[in-house]
């Protein structure tokens, strides 16, 4: 498989800033296969949002470069969809719509029913075509992230760039969608770059884990394969030692080799007296 789909060359990012340039990311290189499931992971601050907002071209790297299946990324496009966190819904729109306005964006020119048709499908994917006519007021939050996917989906985007699109959900939920995620992955094998702070969760659902090093001046530290076969299952890799070993490479890398905790302050005699 090539790894050239999408090719990150020497990407660096700085920010303007009152007090002069922020150096946020610094020769971050990295080439992705078509297909791939890609999870970026480092600690708060390092860089990963700045990463996926140059791919998504929101941002524009100060220098490097992105390519995407032959083109230079230059601005944003429906070719690389974006699920954030907080899955931004439009609010007056029915759940239907909201999908409906995606579609329209890529399918111009189609007749209604073959919008429709589309529509439905990545509602199904996601299992929310039973709730076309709600609106977000009344959804769940889990229900909103399933059609904020179903959104970026049904645009069949070259890359799919998801910002901790788990990470405000409770822990069920999450799995939930986490597995509803793999079975969509296995069916669709879309190209997915997604940001979670969450180790299990770059294991269970990547091919690739790229662990980012701490900034300022950021870039990829290290990349960790994850060969586990699919189709995976949560609970039969409880007991898996493959499983333990690669989820133990990512802790070491964040809590060893980068950790970005500061030593506590020694306490004064007299409290560690007290301590003891
Ligand atoms: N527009 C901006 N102007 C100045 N500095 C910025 C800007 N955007 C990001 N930064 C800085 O760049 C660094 C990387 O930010 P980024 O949001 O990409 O990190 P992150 O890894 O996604 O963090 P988190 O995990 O907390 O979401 C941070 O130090 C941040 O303050």
Known sequence: ???????????????????????????????IAKGEFISLIGHSGCGKSTVLNLVAGLNEATSGGIILDGREVAGPGPERAVVFQNHALLPWLSVYENVELAVRQVMKGASKAQIAEKVRYYLSLVQMDHALDKKPHEISGGMKQRVGIARALSMSPKVLLMDEPFGALDALTRAHLQDALMEIQA????????????????????????????????????ILDITLPRPRNRVALADDPEYHKLRQCVLSFLYEKHSKVTPLKKPKAESRAAVA
Request: proline residues 3%; hydrophobic residues 45%; aromatic residues 6%.
């Open 187 to 222: 069916e669709l094998n879309n190209t997915v770059i997604m940001i979670t702070h969450d180790v299990d969760e770059a294991v269970l659902l990547s091919d690739r884990i790229v662990m980012m090093t701490n900034g300022p001046a950021a870039s990829v530290g290290e």
């Open 1 to 31: 498989m090539s790894k050239h789909y999408l090719d990150l060359s020497d990407v660096g990012m700085r920010f303007a800033t009152p007090t002069g340039w922020f150096e946020a990311l610094v020769n971050v290189n990295l080439k």
